[in-house]
Every structure is written in structure tokens, then in C-alpha cells.
């Protein structure tokens, strides 16, 4: 019954604590198993399949990042404010919602790139703000615009068919053209440094401020 030199068992042996098949008896697949990580207790609340999960992605989504909105204060105090599921993307029933937009003073707004996506806005309100330029020509539901008072240099409409008033005076622009809102009633542009002002008809404005061709 003594243990031979060299069998299983034997202290030294290269063979000691295996079996015929290389592996740890009681321990089948030890050369192949990865070691788990135990979640941390916080994690530990929260569905593992769900931790893994990457943020989801629709075809048509956009991301709330710097990439599709690069200016800071117009992505976190309004564009993320949007993302109701907090995935980081924006779906169309996010961008849905957005009917109205009131950016104010002390979060200055110097780039609105993105805001095209927001085909479902009504009302945009950014007065006092550092813009060099707004483009609004994508926002073909757009009724009221309000942007006095700030640094704009270009300002374009397009052929947008339901803007009804627009507010900019108090800014830089050297040129208006407002020829294709057909349902602009109200214009307010005075104090700003045009010397063209492109419109279909005077007699579509009701009213319309004057100095629009003062310039320095």
C-alpha cells in the first residue's frame, strides 16, 4: 500500500494533484475558467445585463454630445434636459417636445449648431446672447423668433411658411432677407447697421421699425 516514487501523490512529482487528463480532480475546466468579479454593493442592486447594456441607439437618434451640439450652455441646460430616458441619444419623440426654447442671460449661448434637429420648434427666445449667427431654416414650424439684442452678423430664415414675427434689433446685420415668410406680419429691426432689406411685400409686415438702413 506504500506510494511508488514518481505515481500521484508523490511531493515533487511533476504529476502531483493531477489526473490522467492534466486537470485538478474536483475542479474540472480550471485551465480554461475566467475568474468572476464580484459587483461592487452598488452594482450589485442593478441587473447585470443592464450594467453591460451600451446606450441605445434608434436609426434617426442623435447624440447629446459635443460633437452634434458643441456649445456647453445650450447642450446641458436645455439639449440634455430633453433626454427623458438618459440614454444620451435624442429620439424623435424626444425631439418631438421640443416646441419652445427660452435660453436665458446668464447661461450665454455663443453657437446654436444642432438646433436644426429640432424640426417640431414653435417659439425661440435668445435674446442678450454672444451669437454671431442663427440659422433658422430647418425649423419650419417655427412662429415666433426673438433674438435682439445680441451679436448676430447672419440671420437665415429660408423658406420657412410659418414664421409670423421676428425680433432682432439691436445687433450687426448688414443684410435682411425676409422675401419668402409669407405669413411675417410683425418685423422689429431697427438699430442694427442694414443696407439691404430683401421682402416680397411692404404691405405683408403690419409693423415694421424704423432705421433698418441706418449704418455707421
Request: negative net charge; proline residues 6%.
Amino acid at each position: 500500500n506504500s506510494v511508488q516514487p514518481g505515481t500521484s501523490g508523490t511531493p515533487g512529482s511533476g504529476a502531483s494533484g493531477t489526473g490522467a487528463d492534466g486537470q485538478t480532480p474536483g475542479n474540472p475546466g480550471a485551465d480554461t475558467e475566467t475568474p468572476i468579479t464580484p459587483p461592487t454593493p452598488e452594482e450589485a442592486v442593478i441587473p447585470y445585463s443592464v450594467r453591460k447594456a451600451s446606450p441605445h441607439k434608434a436609426p434617426g437618434d442623435i447624440a447629446s454630445n459635443e460633437d452634434s451640439f458643441p456649445d456647453y450652455y445650450f447642450r446641458e441646460h436645455y439639449v440634455k434636459q430633453l433626454d427623458s430616458d438618459k440614454n444620451e441619444y435624442l429620439c424623435e419623440d424626444e425631439l418631438s417636445t421640443a416646441e419652445f426654447l427660452l435660453h436665458y442671460q446668464e447661461f450665454p449661448v455663443a453657437d446654436l449648431h444642432g438646433l436644426e434637429y429640432f424640426t417640431s420648434l414653435q417659439n425661440l427666445v435668445v435674446n442678450n446672447q454672444p451669437l454671431s449667427k442663427l440659422d433658422v431654416s430647418s425649423n419650419t414650424k417655427l412662429i415666433e423668433l426673438a433674438a435682439f439684442e445680441s451679436q448676430l452678423r447672419e440671420l437665415t430664415f429660408g423658406d420657412n411658411q410659418s414664421l409670423a414675427i421676428v425680433y432682432c434689433f439691436q445687433n450687426k446685420l448688414t443684410s435682411l432677407d425676409v422675401h419668402a415668410l409669407n405669413k411675417l406680419y410683425e418685423l422689429s429691426c431697427r438699430d442694427n447697421k442694414l443696407t439691404a432689406l430683401k421682402q416680397k411685400l411692404w404691405e405683408s409686415v403690419a409693423s415694421f421699425c424704423s432705421h433698418w438702413a441706418r449704418s455707421l
